[in-house]
């Protein structure tokens, strides 16, 4: 089964991505161009990612003591991404970029995904050189992000630490400026960074010339203490290979070493790593007297001003968020898509009758087994509704770029409140499809002779990374439905209820529309409820519920959306096609949608059942 006509319908039938060119940022593209992006990616994903998914899997990341060894594949991978134009696919012409929508480019980017999310596509590095885009001087734009965007070199995110986790506050690693004159060197203000840092992707590797960190750290104060909490953090710019002024390397190594690889349960492609700064093992010589004259630390760049390393780097974070929702929800379909196959070939089972099932009569195809179709419409349901939340999102993101003020700020805001959703929806629900489609395999699932395995192996990672599952669902229920007065809440519930009213008017879907706006009034009244003691601690106990019936209510007001649009096609153009939206839609309204009730309940009544368990009762 193709991916491309479920991306043509969400794109063009339903956001009017071709609208997107009547903006003058996007007027020298066309549906054409957009099509030709498409397919230049398909056919990559096609032939140098989809054959080697179990390679990299099985042929782990190895060090030989000097250099971290990946297959060939991977390097070819590597290749023909960066000479696709896709790093700096949404970048103005002059910075080398192609203009394109981040619509497109999502899109795009979600074939390598579903081929193999594994081997990487080169969001991190995307990630990377975009934050220096906004964040950076002209002159680390010039050198960083261009090099990056080029593929020359590749970017990575240094936020955990082995004794802080997702703790920031906690960050230990200390940057302290590099001797007299630290602040006039062209690249940045010069520091010198000590610490470690945890759970690195990509940290160490031989893909591209050099590998650019992106370092969260702490200046100490005059008393040479850290400053306590997230106030403190400043970020650098740490190259793992010096260069100069011209974006040149210049043969020195920067003090950055890899302490160990990671041994993962999936997404054994990409190299995890833990790395060293400053341990001294390749020393730096010292600019400007340096620490002790000897260049002790890794010598990292200053990003922004001190102390707002953590507003620059949620720029990335953010973005990394979205592009994890859509690792997820690929994860999810290339297992949806491998379990349909199979349920389409594989006889096994008889017919009931009513006098019972007839030995006599040939096995009929899983598929036709009610069970069966029930797990193969949740993964629909799950993976396609995912897919359109991620583009959605978006959709959003160019709005918020391109729009008019108003419109830009409703996106904004927008973005703001679904962002966690974005994140952690396709993480948890995509992982239950993932589920699914080996159960749908039976014992054959469970082995590796089949992929369904290693698509669940791959996707457990989705909700621990940018942000654990506990801590997005703090984020929506503690800051993201309570920011500005709460109008980001209230925005989304106009959108949510302008499709409620156009479903009303249609047969087919007024059932769907009620139920969504019954939905939509648990929520509003769930929030209230949790937060009308004024007390986070009895609100966000029950924040996870939250975030699932919160992201159900969202997914299914995206269905009832996606089916207006179906309906709005003529039906005889794609009748196979429709039928599969409005049986996901309903799958999603009968099966999923009630769920939100038995979620709602504890965080209304600001249930104390799991916060309020003593730890010698375990």
Not at 215 to 228: F, N, Q, T, W, Y
Not at 434 to 439: D, F, G, P, T
Not at 551 to 559: E, N, R, S, Y
Request: charged residues 20%; proline residues 4%; negative net charge.
């Amino acid at each position: 089964m193709s991916l491309r006509p479920t991306l043509d319908f969400l794109l063009y039938q339903w956001l009017d991505a071709g609208a997107l060119n009547g903006r003058a940022r996007f007027a020298d593209h066309s549906r054409e161009t957009f099509d030709a992006v498409l397919d230049t990616c398909e056919r990559i994903a096609r032939e140098k990612y989809a054959p080697f998914n179990r390679l990299v899997d099985t042929q782990e990341p190895q060090f030989d003591g000097e250099r971290v060894i990946l297959p060939q594949a991977t390097h070819d991978a590597q290749k023909a991404y960066a000479e696709s134009g896709m790093l700096s696919a949404a970048q103005d012409f002059e910075m080398g970029g192609m203009q394109l929508p981040y619509t497109i480019e999502a899109a795009a980017n979600s074939f390598f995904a579903c081929a193999s999310v594994s081997i990487g596509s080169g969001m991190l590095t995307t990630g990377n050189a975009n934050l220096l885009m906004v964040h950076g001087t002209p002159s680390q734009k010039e050198v960083f992000s261009k090099n990056e965007f080029a593929g020359r070199w590749s970017g990575t995110m240094c936020l955990s630490e082995p004794q802080a986790g997702s703790s920031l506050s906690d960050v230990a690693t200390r940057a302290v400026p590099d001797g007299e004159g630290f602040e006039s060197d062209p690249l940045g203000a010069r520091y010198r960074l000590k610490g470690n840092k945890m759970w690195i992707s990509a940290g160490e590797h031989e893909l591209t010339e050099n590998i650019i960190h992106l370092v969260l750290a702490k200046i100490p104060g005059p008393d040479g203490k850290l400053v306590a909490g997230t106030r403190g953090i400043s970020l650098f710019i740490v190259p793992k290979k010096m260069v100069n002024p011209a974006g040149e390397l210049t043969g020195e190594r920067n003090d950055v070493a890899l302490a160990g690889l990671n041994h993962k349960l999936g997404w054994r492609g990409t190299t995890n790593t833990l790395l060293n700064f400053g341990e001294g093992k390749y020393p730096v010589r010292s600019t400007g007297g340096g620490l002790d004259g000897q260049g002790a630390g890794a010598v990292g760049y200053l990003v922004g001003k001190p102390g707002e390393g953590l507003r620059c780097m949620f720029h990335m974070m953010n973005e990394a968020r979205i592009g994890v929702g859509i690792a997820a929800t690929m994860l999810g379909m290339a297992g949806y898509y491998a379990s349909l196959d199979y349920a389409k070939n594989r006889p096994q089972g008889r017919p009931v009758g009513v006098g019972g099932k007839d030995a006599s009569q040939p096995q009929v195809r899983i598929i036709e087994h009610a069970d069966v179709k029930r797990m193969l419409l949740a993964q629909k349901s799950y993976c396609e509704g995912a897919l359109a939340l991620e583009l959605y999102c978006a959709r959003l993101v160019d709005e918020q770029h391109t729009g008019d003020a108003q419109s830009a700020d409703d996106a904004r805001l927008l973005l703001e409140v679904l962002t966690p959703i974005a994140k952690s929806w396709p993480s948890e629900w995509c992982l239950e499809a993932n589920s699914l489609a080996i159960q749908i395999h039976g014992g054959y699932g469970y082995t590796r002779d089949f992929p369904v395995e290693q698509y669940w192996r791959d996707n457990r990672l989705n909700m621990i990374h940018e942000g654990a599952h506990g801590i997005q669902a703090m984020d929506l229920l503690g800051r993201k439905v309570l920011m500005e007065n709460g109008r980001g809440l209230l925005l989304l519930s106009g959108r949510i209820n302008a499709t409620v009213q156009r479903a009303q008017q249609v047969p087919e879907l007024a059932a769907h529309a009620d139920a969504l706006a019954q939905a939509l009034q648990q929520v509003a009244g769930a929030t209230q409820a949790a937060w009308s003691t004024g007390m986070p601690v009895d609100a966000l106990a029950n924040a996870v519920p939250y975030m699932q019936a919160f992201g159900h209510t969202v997914l299914a007001w995206i269905w009832l959306d996606v089916a207006l649009a179906a309906l709005a096609l003529d039906a005889t153009k794609s009748i196979a096609a429709t039928a599969g939206r409005l049986g996901a839609a309903r799958y999603f309204y009968h099966y999923e949608l009630p769920k939100i009730g038995a979620w709602l309940n504890v965080v209304a009544s600001r249930d104390q059942t799991c916060a309020g368990m003593p730890e010698d009762a375990f």
